[in-house]
């Protein structure tokens, strides 16, 4: 029974149960093989989480029929979202002439127009989807859907009320409003609708997983502070909830400050120790790719940094830029200027901060394999690894500093404001820099010019482990030979790489070094795995030659804010040397990546009280405090005699407790003595009332 399949199939894509839905189109490809309904099929389920099998099965239905209604709207929904418009419309175009009331297509056409601000011809096209089907929700929903997903919350808003109008039942519209009133931070109306829909339809996931999301985040505690309202877990918002606040008015009063934005819309900020939940909050289905934080304009959603080994202060300052460009532009920008400006400005706050240039990214630019800025949105949704985002993230950043260094950041601005007014991307760019033809000559040219300067001299020719190649089979002492090392290329920094990693695995901490320190000096700084710092700090440390690991460490820690390894073992360091300022240096970059870990927080302490910096010790005794160290007596009593200058009475609590966890402790019975006594008030006794009940008693 073909038709089963299908509606199997259809009923977990209406379900937003991709897994059920990709499970019953693949039964019903195995049964009907080729078959272009069922390819169909697979690509919608796949499209919200694998784009490569969505493009995959695509590919197969149109091979088995070019003329395939469904999959061309697919194609033509891929395309509105790498906002290539032109490309849209054609597809667009064959669907229509083979069916010219086809509403999905006339619905997308109308969505081409109101992401073209042209809401006249949107409504006709709209007119027309409905035309034979007056009251079919979902011509709304689809362009709702669509609106929303290029963050134009509000007017995606309007359509699924519209698409409720005609069918108050309808759910996918239901969950949909609810998803993008909780994007718009309308919290109360949002959560209602979400609970609304799931209990007249239980089957529904999204809508269940909003349902048990919100029972979840109904323990969190808010901290609402200067026009924030910042929602963690409970015990991470006492741990480092202010350092978060204190970050956000931070990066708020510099952005604001930069780009002349008055920003008085309170900003809703939530942190997830849970990535799922993360993902639900942010796209309604869990496990939807590897993000750290998304912005839909005054709501925030941040993974936090328990899920993930980054730096949440570079986080939250990338994030909140993205408030500020979408708010500028009324979220009427293009994915990859929103990320770019937010990568550029994270490495202008913090040096540390924001993506260097690897050697994957020198090669891709040298080797033509980069997008130009006419089609950048597509280098997202093309995307088929992590590494392909990365670059498009890097890419995009390239594109903001050359804008800024070419052309200023008044340019920038008023590229920014012309967005907001409407007007079109490339006419845009044309007013604002250069006709768009030409960028896309001068940037390819920039880039590449900064990636020679980057390279300098080096190639980065990854040898293919399953060629014959002489290098790529050798290991051991054999690679590492005079003769092979004399005979390899100097500038192949590969060749070069492998020939050090076999001394380092032969113990050969010296000539290991002497090769590293060689490549180093010519300037190369490489991120991530192939960073030659680390092993020279390794190999240093081999040689028990702590300077020079220190040395290496601190490169590393200078150029990668989210290295914990180096900003531990600097601190590690400085303990051991007696060095206060670099221990609270130190263990400040430590709680800048891992907040819920306790060796940063004990470094600050340390160091704190050494440098009596009370402020910063008290942060660091609370938080451990919290963190339930076995030392909590020692805890309350660092903390009350930091606060004893300036707040007696939180002083005489902590060292209360400090004598509760150990009641023979002598030192804290002497800070206690040199504490004033508690202000104790005894409440008045109300006076008697005249006119109660004889039976009636009045308690002081």
Request: proline fraction near 5%; include cysteine; charged fraction near 25%.
């Amino acid at each position: 029974m073909r038709d089963a399949f299908l509606d199997a199939g259809q009923l977990g894509l209406d379900k937003h149960d991709y897994r059920l839905a990709s499970k019953s189109f693949g039964d019903g490809l195995k049964a009907f093989p080729g078959d272009a309904d069922m390819l169909a099929g697979l690509a919608a389920s796949f499209r919200p989480t694998d784009r490569e099998k969505f493009a995959d099965y695509s590919k197969q239905a149109i091979a088995v029929n070019p003329r395939h209604i469904p999959t061309l709207l697919l194609l033509a929904e891929n395309l509105i979202d790498a906002e290539s418009y032109d490309e849209a419309r054609d597809e667009l175009q064959k669907i229509l002439a083979i069916n010219p009331h086809e509403q999905g297509a006339l619905a997308l056409q109308a969505v081409i127009a109101y992401l073209h601000n042209q809401p006249d011809q949107g409504d006709a096209y709209r007119t027309q989807a409905l035309s034979t089907w007056a009251k079919n929700p979902g011509v709304d929903y689809l362009i709702g859907c669509k609106l929303s997903e290029n963050y134009r919350f509000e007017l995606g808003a309007k359509f699924q009320r519209q698409a409720i109008e005609n069918d108050a039942g309808f759910t996918p519209a239901r969950v949909q409003l609810a998803q993008d009133l909780l994007r718009l931070g309308r919290e109360d109306e949002g959560w209602a609708l979400a609970a609304n829909a799931h209990k007249d339809d239980g089957y529904d996931v999204e809508a269940f997983n909003l349902v048990t999301l919100h029972d979840e985040i109904s323990h969190y505690t808010t901290i609402s502070k200067d026009n924030f309202n910042l929602c963690m877990e409970p015990t991470e918002a006492r741990v480092y909830g202010a350092r978060a606040l204190e970050v956000l008015k931070s990066v708020r009063a510099a952005m604001t400050k930069k780009y002349g934005l008055d920003l008085t819309t309170p900003v809703l900020v939530e942190v997830f120790p849970n990535a799922a939940d993360f993902s639900v909050r942010t796209f309604g289905m869990p496990d939807i790719g590897e993000f750290l934080g998304v912005t839909f304009g005054p709501v925030v959603t941040i993974n936090s940094p328990t899920t993930h080994e980054s730096n949440w202060e570079d986080v939250v300052w990338h994030e909140f830029t993205h408030v500020v460009t979408l708010t500028l532009t009324h979220n009427q920008m293009p994915r990859w200027l929103s990320e770019g400006i937010s990568v550029y400005e994270e490495h202008q706050a913090k040096r540390e901060w924001g993506q260097l240039m690897s050697a994957e990214d020198c090669e891709r630019i040298l080797s033509g394999k980069m997008q130009p800025i006419s089609s950048m949105s597509a280098a997202f949704l093309q995307a088929k690894t992590m590494r392909d985002t990365q670059f498009a993230y890097f890419e995009s950043m390239l594109v903001v500093q050359y804008f800024n260094e070419k052309y200023g950041l008044d340019h920038v601005k008023a590229l920014l404001q012309a967005l907001g007014r409407g007007e079109e991307m490339n006419d845009a760019l044309a007013q604002n820099f250069a006709p768009v033809a030409q960028l896309d000559e001068d940037f390819t040219k920039y880039a590449q010019e900064q990636a020679k300067n980057f390279a300098k001299g080096w190639t980065f020719h990854r040898p293919d482990q399953s060629s014959d190649d002489t290098l790529s089979n050798l290991t051991g002492a054999a690679l590492a030979s005079p003769a092979l090392v004399a005979a390899v290329d100097p500038h192949d920094f590969f060749a070069r790489m492998k020939q050090i990693s076999s001394l380092m695995d032969q113990e050969e901490w010296a000539k290991a070094r002497e090769q590293i320190k060689e490549i180093n000096a010519t300037g190369l700084y490489l991120p991530g795995e192939e960073n030659l710092y680390l092993l020279l700090a390794d190999a240093s440390a081999k040689l028990k030659d702590s300077a020079e690991e220190k040395a290496a460490l601190t490169v590393v820690a200078e150029h990668e804010g989210d290295s914990l390894p180096a900003a531990n073992r600097l601190l590690e360091i400085a303990e051991e040397e007696k060095d206060w300022p670099a221990v609270a240096r130190w263990s400040q970059a430590a709680t800048a990546i891992h907040p819920m870990g306790v060796t940063g927080w004990r470094g600050l302490l340390d160091a704190s009280e050494q440098l009596h910096d009370n402020a910063h010790g008290i942060e660091a005794g609370l938080a451990l405090l919290e963190l339930q160290q076995p030392d909590l007596a020692s805890l309350h009593y660092r903390v009350a005699k930091m606060q004893q200058p300036t707040d007696a009475t939180s002083a005489r609590r902590h060292v209360l407790q400090a004598l509760e966890e150990a009641p023979r402790f002598r030192a804290a019975y002497e800070l206690l003595s040199t504490l004033p006594p508690a202000q104790t008030t005894i409440p008045e006794t109300p006076a008697a009332d005249n006119t109660a009940p004889a039976s009636s008693t009045s308690q002081p």
